[in-house]
């Protein structure tokens, strides 16, 4: 079974219009992270949480916000999309036993028209 | 500060030859060092992990890595690649504060029959 689900896992959007991708789990595992990952580089980390406290890359744009409402949800706003936000954006996990250890899911690609 | 460097961006193997991807990390401390590999579309899949112990690590589908603090490396290695291994190569160094991950360039393996 899934560990990491994201949904949907492609998504369409216009210049400027609001989108969410949502993450959710299946571990109960308290930290949870978003990374923006463009075509030929690697994931580049834009916030986490560890647990309900939000921690937030220097460098992530106020453009992109993130909401945890409970241990197993975790969604990307992004507030109005341009055309080089366009990327995969992957959620990834960490807890439980092994804090070390960032378990992803299979990510949602975001195509800005 | 960490940092992870893939010499290697593409590399080209023949079905059943052996392979090595080369892994060179900075890290104050003794680091934690991971391996993931990418499909394309696809999120990254854990394939082998070192935190401490034994230097020649295994992973999943007849993976191995070796850590040589004295190179500062952790290179991945399969005996016998097989032509489903292509794909974009992560390696990664984790701090044991905080669990960030510092992610390489990426190493993509094209495989020959």
């Known amino acids: 079974d899934a560990m990491v689900i994201q949904n949907p896992r492609y998504q369409v959007t216009q210049f400027g219009k609001p989108v969410t991708l949502s993450c959710s789990q299946t571990l109960n595992h308290n930290v949870m992270y978003w990374y923006q990952q463009k075509s030929s580089q690697a994931p580049k980390l834009l916030f986490h949480y560890y647990d309900k406290d939000f921690n937030n890359e220097a460098d992530t744009p106020d453009n992109f916000q993130s909401r945890r409402p409970n241990t197993s949800f975790c969604f990307l706003d992004i507030r109005s999309p341009g055309l080089g936000d366009a990327a995969m954006y992957l959620c990834?996990?960490?807890?439980?036993?092994?804090?070390?250890?960032?378990?992803f899911g299979p990510g949602t690609r975001l195509l800005v028209l | 500060a960490q940092s992870v460097t893939q010499p290697d961006i593409h590399i080209t193997v023949s079905e059943g030859a052996s392979l090595e991807l080369r892994c060179n990390y900075s890290?104050?401390?003794?680091?934690?060092l991971f391996w993931y590999v990418q499909s394309p579309g696809q999120g990254l899949q854990l394939l082998l992990k070192y935190f401490s112990g034994d230097t020649l690590v295994q992973g999943i589908k007849g993976f191995e890595a070796e850590f040589k603090r004295s190179q500062s490396s952790f290179n991945l290695r399969k005996p016998s690649v097989h032509w489903s291994d292509a794909a974009e190569y992560f390696c990664?160094?984790?701090?044991?504060?905080?669990?960030?991950?510092?992610f390489g360039g990426g190493t993509r393996l094209m495989v020959k029959p």
């Open positions: 990834a996990l960490a807890g439980g036993g092994d804090q070390e250890t960032q378990y």
């Open positions: 890290y104050g401390a003794t680091p934690y």
């Open positions: 990664a160094v984790g701090n044991n504060a905080g669990n960030m991950l510092t």
